[in-house]
């Protein structure tokens, strides 16, 4: 009876979580595609936060099989770095596309700020029900240090790894966007401390 309490209790609690509202104001970047391969356009988005500084959201919707509605699959607050606004930094606009497989690319960036430059992209598929992050490319460089810099693909499904030129393999792992952290990828280029 307990288990049962909890698993009602636990499904409102997530129900209301995906029940957040977005201000259409705050929609910075939109793709279309066929995110779950079923013939139907589906929709992401970026989000910029309610606070200015903290990071932006990325929501998928998926289109439901029985109504021609769109309906939140996942949604992931604070995950890209960025601008969140038209006045905000220069060289720091995130982007969202479809690519032709039917994955989300996110992009985000900071070409404008300091000496440590930087280019990101996240992809996201749509595997067993859920979206999850099935690679991180990064490269970076030092505007004054012309030697430091580096590029890193990491097949993050299958743990292969090309870092400035050389593979490598680590774990596989299926992480969710919710639960993914940046520092999974920077780790799995050698670049996490």
Same mark, same amino acid.
């Not at 391969?37 to 998926?62: F, W």
């Not at 606004?85 to 996110?106: K, T």
């Not at 996201?124 to 004054?144: I, K, M, P």
């Not at 992480?175 to 990828?185: L, N």
């Given at each position: @009876?307990?288990?049962?309490?909890?698993?009602?209790?636990?499904? %409102?609690?997530?129900?209301?979580?995906? /029940?957040?509202?977005?201000?259409?104001?705050? =929609? %910075?970047?939109?793709?279309?595609?066929? +995110?779950? #391969?079923?013939?139907?356009?589906?929709?992401?988005?970026?989000? /910029?936060?309610?606070? &200015?500084?903290?990071? =932006?959201?990325?929501?998928?919707?998926?289109?439901?099989?029985? #109504?021609?509605?769109?309906?939140?699959? /996942?949604? *992931?607050?604070?995950?890209?770095?960025?601008?969140?606004?038209?006045?905000? @930094?220069?060289? &720091?606009?995130? !982007? %969202?596309?479809?690519?032709?497989?039917?994955?989300? *690319?996110?992009?985000? &960036?900071?070409?404008?700020?300091?000496?440590?430059? +930087?280019?990101?992209?996240?992809?996201?598929?749509?595997?067993?029900? &859920?979206?999850?992050? *099935?690679?991180?490319?990064?490269?970076?460089?030092?505007?004054?240090?012309? !030697?430091?810099?580096?590029?890193?693909?990491?097949?993050?499904?299958?743990?292969?790894?090309? !870092?400035?030129?050389? /593979?490598?393999?680590?774990?596989?792992?299926? %992480?969710?966007?919710?639960?993914?952290?940046?520092?999974?990828?920077?780790?799995?280029?050698?670049?996490?401390?």
């Amino acid at each position: @009876m307990i288990r049962i309490v909890l698993t009602a209790v636990l499904s %409102i609690a997530a129900g209301s979580a995906f /029940a957040e509202q977005i201000d259409p104001a705050k =929609i %910075i970047g939109g793709a279309t595609g066929d +995110w779950n #391969h079923d013939g139907e356009a589906d929709l992401a988005l970026l989000v /910029a936060p309610p606070a &200015q500084g903290d990071d =932006i959201g990325i929501y998928i919707y998926l289109r439901d099989k029985d #109504h021609a509605l769109l309906t939140l699959a /996942a949604h *992931a607050p604070g995950k890209v770095r960025g601008n969140g606004s038209l006045d905000g @930094m220069f060289g &720091q606009d995130p !982007s %969202i596309e479809a690519l032709p497989s039917g994955s989300i *690319a996110v992009h985000s &960036q900071n070409s404008g700020i300091g000496r440590d430059r +930087w280019e990101q992209t996240l992809t996201l598929a749509y595997r067993n029900e &859920q979206f999850v992050v *099935a690679g991180y490319t990064f490269s970076h460089y030092d505007t004054l240090d012309t !030697s430091d810099n580096g590029a890193c693909d990491y097949n993050v499904l299958t743990g292969k790894v090309t !870092s400035n030129g050389r /593979a490598s393999k680590v774990d596989a792992k299926t %992480i969710s966007i919710a639960e993914w952290d940046d520092d999974v990828g920077q780790k799995a280029c050698g670049r996490a401390d």
